[in-house]
């Protein structure tokens, strides 16, 4: 099935968001917070392909913590409220503004690179050697 450009970006932040299977779109994206799990429950989708690295911190910082500082800038130089009280309210918005959106942007991006099958150029060799060497440990311990 072959979908166009908007259902493609809709499939992409709905999984990404809900954390769920870019596949099949009903197993578990995530074993713990932030932690990607192994493979699909469902559909055995192997999650090994992604690597989203510091991409959802990049994007948090972006487009959470730039704004924020704005604003707290901005009211401390509007209201000029007492420094306490500023870092009262700056410290716990900054740390949850930036905190909330990992999970959900990982996710996007897990999902964007499973729609989009994206791999860096050249290394699909060496990521499947890679992967080889890892199941062929997992089988010598699972055999012991």
Known sequence: MKLN???HAAWVFKSGWKGLCPRCGKGAMF????KVSDRCEVCGLDYRFASPDDGPAFFSLTFVAFPLLFL???VQVALQPPIWLLLAI???????????PLRPIKGWLVASQYVNR???AGTEQLWADMHA????????EDGD
């Open 118 to 120: 994206s791999v860096e």
């Open 31 to 34: 074993k713990s917070w932030l």
């Open 72 to 74: 707290i800038v901005w």
């Open 5 to 7: 450009i908007n259902e």
């Open 90 to 100: 700056a410290v716990p918005g900054m740390c949850i503004g930036c905190l909330l």
């Open 133 to 140: 060497r890892e199941d062929e440990q997992k089988r010598k």
